[in-house]
T-cell receptor, first 110, second 114 residues
Framework: EDQVTQSPEALRLQEGESSSLNCSYT??????LFWYRQDPGKGPEFLFT???AGEEKEKERLKATLTKKESFLHITAPKPEDSATYLC???????????FGTGTLLAVQP | DAGVIQSPRHEVTEMGQEVTLRCKPI?????LFWYRQTMMRGLELLIY????????DSGMPEDRFSAKMPNASFSTLKIQPSEPRDSAVYFC???FGGGKNEQYFGPGTRLTVT
């Protein structure tokens, strides 16, 4: 069964303190891995898609990387506005479904 | 574009009542997804449509749940009868081209069943 596990469940950082969020997955034939950001009371907002091991993508202070078993979301010098829940999702097999992890709640304190 | 539109934003109802959630996807998108989000189980896919046709409803919890997409610009998720364990945030999302492309989520409907 396809599965996505995110860690840690929650992370508290000081402004400027860089860190990484982890997304490990088991899926039959990974076709894509997605990162989303979700603010309280809102729907998830798309950040990145990674399609193959070794691929990296960057957006402002965020960089996503992918290996054959996991993905990392690196946050460099975070600011309070980066506080949100970060969700990872995998697309695999013959369907068009995404399987989501339960997310990492990030709090960045000034 | 206004993005994915959902209504109502909040719904409070009593156990046993019928609940209908509504969604307008982004114009031009050919896939529509219904999700449910709870603290315990996270974001779960309930059902998705391609070109208004239901493709996979394996995530629908039970027969009390039903979804329709009568045209490319409108979909409904109905719960009849509702139960307290249905309390959750329900999201609608749309995309163009299926799994390989990002999904755009609506703001969600927070459902409380008392």
């Amino acid at each position: 069964e396809d599965q996505v596990t995110q860690s840690p469940e929650a992370l508290r950082l000081q402004e400027g303190e860089s860190s990484s969020l982890n997304c490990s997955y088991t899926v039959s034939g990974l076709r894509g891995l997605f990162w989303y950001r979700q603010d309280p009371g809102k729907g998830p907002e798309f950040l990145f898609t990674l399609y193959s091991a070794g691929e990296e993508k960057e957006k402002e202070r965020l960089k996503a990387t992918l290996t054959k078993k996991e993905s990392f979301l690196h946050i460099t010098a975070p600011k309070p506005e980066d506080s949100a829940t970060y969700l990872c999702a995998v697309w695999g097999g013959a369907t068009n479904k995404l399987i989501f992890g339960t997310g990492t709640l990030l709090a960045v304190q000034p | 574009d206004a993005g994915v539109i959902q209504s109502p934003r909040h719904e409070v109802t009593e156990m046993g009542q019928e609940v209908t959630l509504r969604c307008k996807p982004i114009s031009g998108h050919d896939y529509l997804f219904w999700y449910r989000q709870t603290m315990m189980r996270g974001l779960e896919l309930l059902i998705y449509f391609n070109n208004n046709v239901p493709i996979d409803d394996s995530g629908m919890p039970e027969d009390r749940f039903s979804a329709k997409m009568p045209n490319a610009s409108f979909s409904t998720l109905k719960i009849q009868p509702s139960e307290p364990r249905d309390s959750a945030v329900y999201f609608c999302a749309s995309s163009f081209g299926g799994g390989k492309n990002e999904q755009y989520f609506g703001p969600g409907t927070r459902l409380t069943v008392t």
